[in-house]
């Protein structure tokens, strides 16, 4: 019986320029440094909370650059095989498959690991000879090692805040990296990716970047998880589409942040204030 996968990763071909770019309003100089990192072969790691905008900068510059893009989400029961490929067992014999890392190694791909962290060590470790001058994949079980392809690039990405403690990563694997630094926009920048991702208003996208500078105030009193651009999005789209703004805000932006009755309450006396 053949071996399933176990690696999540998606194939965007956004890099060969058929479609629009992928919208991304810069923060800073990003957009340079990455292209310098990718001309000069090195591996970047994006680092900043959870739906800040790093897997959209991805996609921008894949298409900037016009490399297909490969992305794996990776979690903790992500082995090197599900990177690297494994042999399949079929009914006429054995057939080797390679895993998505080896295609984007092959391909000359961007190749983008997510949350890398929650990956476990004995799996990040193959990143490392891709990572130095040798930009090579080694495969343990056919022999071979690959050489990258011009193009290939590995990119990382982690959320910092998330976890530490319990999961880092280790020094060696992080000296291999130009980091990138991401945050959550300033207000009217973070109002103004609102509106054009989902067409509402700039006074609705405004009062939503306002109620979010709120709510993330409310990290001190226990909300784990500040409410992200990717949750104002979200419910920028509801806004746009018809439901009223409040109960948008109550589903989409309010409710997925917790279940704590009090922080939920007080979530949603700062929606009314708002949103009157
Ligand atoms: N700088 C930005 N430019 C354009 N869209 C952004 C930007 N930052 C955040 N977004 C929006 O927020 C959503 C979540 O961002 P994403 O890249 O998925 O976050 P992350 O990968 O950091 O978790 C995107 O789908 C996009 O709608
Ligand atoms: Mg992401």
Not at 17 to 24: D, K, S, T
Not at 57 to 63: I, K, R, T
Not at 162 to 184: C, E, G, H, I, N
Not at 230 to 244: D, F, K, N
């Amino acid at each position: 019986m053949a071996e399933q996968s176990n690696a999540v990763a998606r194939l965007d071909r956004r890099g060969d320029h058929h479609q629009a770019p992928p919208y991304y309003l810069p923060a800073a100089d990003e957009v340079a440094l990455f292209e310098q990192c990718h001309h000069n072969k090195l591996a970047v790691m994006l680092k900043g909370p959870t739906g800040c905008g790093k897997t959209r900068f991805v996609e921008h510059m894949a298409w900037r650059l016009r490399r297909p893009l490969i992305t794996i989400s990776c979690h903790d029961d992500l082995s090197a095989s599900d990177l690297i490929g494994r042999f399949l067992i079929r009914h006429d014999g054995t057939v080797w498959q390679d895993g998505p890392l080896t295609t984007a190694v092959r391909s000359g791909a961007i190749c983008y690991l997510d949350e890398v962290v929650e990956a476990r060590q004995d799996t990040i470790v193959v990143l490392h000879p891709l990572t130095d001058y040798r930009r090579q994949l080694p495969i343990d079980k056919t022999g071979e090692i690959i050489d990258a392809a011009p193009g290939f690039q590995l990119v990382v990405s982690y959320n910092p805040g998330y976890q530490r403690m319990l999961k880092d990563l280790k020094p060696s694997t992080r000296q291999r990296f130009v980091a990138l630094d991401f945050d959550f926009p300033p207000p009217d920048r973070e109002a103004q990716i609102v509106a054009q991702e989902s067409g509402v208003p700039d006074t609705t996208a405004r009062a939503l970047v306002e109620l979010a500078h709120k709510l993330r105030a409310l990290r001190d009193r226990g909300l784990a998880e500040a409410p992200s651009t990717r949750l104002l999005v979200a419910t920028a789209h509801l806004a746009a589409r018809g439901i009223p703004v409040k109960r948008a805000c109550q589903v989409a932006l309010v409710s997925p942040l917790s279940d704590d009755a009090s922080l939920l309450a007080a979530m949603n006396d700062l929606v009314e204030l708002t949103f009157p």
